[in-house]
């Protein structure tokens, strides 16, 4: 029975798609194979074309949808093993496993819409999945996948070697090979929703964040990096690491998911300047170390928060540190990507080892001028907000074999920006604004931080 392979996969604690190791495969192609006793099931297939990300990988995978006509309840399961078959490579194709319940199912009125996602490195891939419900029905497809860079992409680094398969969220110090330096890195990460308009803290806002965190961190030269997260709109610091490793970047993700966005509270209200202390404050604290660092960056999204910054709230600034705002603002769009990144960090749950998989590991705390986590009250209703388009999927999405989507901004990440209290902050410490739109950008703007320029 296929259920043999269920529960071996499930005493190893798979509860999402993951890469099944090597010990289970032969069980895997064995237990799925097709059988004369299998019963055809409807289905449609979506592949998701491969979309750079702000960690220079490759995401894609598919959508099966089934007709809710073929069930009589929605209380149903559905396993999913796809095999992904490098091209043009003689490595051997990766197997990946997935459950998926009624309870994290998509319904619409139509189809009930089982997906799947998975990272890849730069390569041409054959794919081929095979659903199997728990009614013992079956639905197979096949396609192929054209993972290559775009024409205004060609300068990205990818942080993951050509036909590579991992299943998500798969950041690893492995993948970065951080040039050393003499001098300290310091990052200072404002978490916050890519919109200004919105209170919410989505998840693929957060994914943009993380994403190009581990990218500054493991590419700019530095002989340390110590990682400040804080948040204007809560006026307080979430997570702090003098050491930090992109294997501590699942701390970073629950210190960012534990931010309250949609409350108010009287506290926050009753101090207006607040984002503007803790702001200062950090950076003061930049300038006072007996041992500055060699380069500041604050990275984050354009903040709803403006206004000048005091002459008097920064101490005097020393030659060193230089500083940098990396401003995270995607490329406006009135069209969604058909994906929207939501599952490339979830909350970490049990899964199974996956040969060469990183640990995580950091040090890490909280401090705060505030004890609660709310925000100030919300913004301005308004008409359109095209933010909503995936920060993951900014790049433009692929449609078919080397197509493309939204082309990409006309301004580096050196050109125009909008003005925020940080970027006023960091012009008076004579400071320099990147603006990234999009995959390609943050690669240039890591290449002029590589620079020191």
């Known amino acids: ?18 890469l099944i190791d090597s010990g289970h495969v032969s069980t895997a192609v064995h237990e799925f194979a097709p059988r004369p ?23 894609a995978g598919y959508t099966f949808r089934l007709p809710v006509a073929q069930y009589q ?26 459950r998926t319940n009624a309870a994290e ?22 794919v081929e999945s095979t659903l199997y419900d728990d009614s013992s029905r079956t639905c197979k497809r096949e396609w192929q996948i ?70 500054i961190a493991g590419r700019v030269p530095a002989a340390s990096v110590r990682l400040v997260v804080f948040s204007l709109e809560a006026q307080k610091e979430l997570f702090r690491s003098d050491h930090f490793s992109v294997d501590a970047i699942g701390q970073v993700a629950r210190a960012i998911d534990s931010l309250e966005l949609l409350t108010v509270d009287v506290h ?74 939501e599952d490339d960090m979830p909350m970490p749950r049990a899964r199974p080892a996956a040969p060469g ?23 301005p209703q308004h008409t359109i907000d095209s933010s909503d388009a995936s920060a993951a999927s900014s790049s433009g999405g692929r449609g078919g074999r080397g197509g493309r989507g939204v082309p990409p901004p006309l301004d580096a990440p050196t050109g125009q920006h909008d003005t925020d209290v940080i970027n006023a902050a960091v012009a008076r410490l004579q400071g320099r604004t990147l603006v990234v739109h999009n995959p390609a950008d943050l ?10 320029r």
């Open 73 to 98: 309840t929605a209380n149903h399961a559905w396993f999913v093993l796809t095999k992904i078959t490098p091209q043009d490579d003689d490595r051997k194709p990766a197997y990946l496993f997935a």
């Open 105 to 126: 199912i998509v319904k619409t009125d139509l189809n009930f819409e089982v997906s799947g996602r998975y990272l890849l490195g730069e390569g041409r891939y054959a």
């Open 443 to 452: 690669a240039k703007a890591i290449s002029l931080l590589q620079r020191g």
């Open 1 to 18: 029975m296929r259920r043999a392979l269920i529960a071996v996969m499930f005493t190893a604690g798979a509860c999402a798609q993951s």
């Open 37 to 59: 006793s299998d019963v055809p099931l409807r289905c449609e297939l979506v592949p998701v074309s491969p979309v750079l990300d702000f960690a220079f990988r490759f995401r």
């Open 268 to 341: 926050i209200l009753q101090n207006p300047t607040g984002p503007i202390d803790l702001l200062t404050g950090l950076i003061n604290q930049e300038l006072r170390a007996p041992a500055p660092a060699g380069a500041v960056i604050l990275l984050g999204p354009l903040s709803r928060f403006t206004g000048k910054v005091p002459e008097v709230s920064l101490e005097k600034r020393p030659a060193t540190p230089r500083f940098f705002y990396v401003q995270c603002k995607p490329t406006p769009r009135r069209i969604l990507p058909v994906d929207t990144g």
């Open 146 to 215: 054209d993972a290559s860079l775009a024409r205004h992409e060609r300068a990205v680094q990818l942080s993951l070697p050509p036909f590579t398969v991992r299943d998500l969220p798969g950041i690893r110090s492995s993948d970065w090979n951080r040039p050393s330096g003499a001098a300290s890195l310091t990052i200072l990460l404002n978490a916050a929703p890519l919109s200004p308009r919105r209170t919410r803290l989505r998840p693929a806002d957060r994914n943009t964040l993380l994403f190009s965190l581990a990218a």
């Open 357 to 379: 998989a990183g640990s995580q590991s950091g040090s890490a705390g909280s401090t705060g001028s505030n004890s609660s986590s709310s925000a100030p009250p919300p913004p």
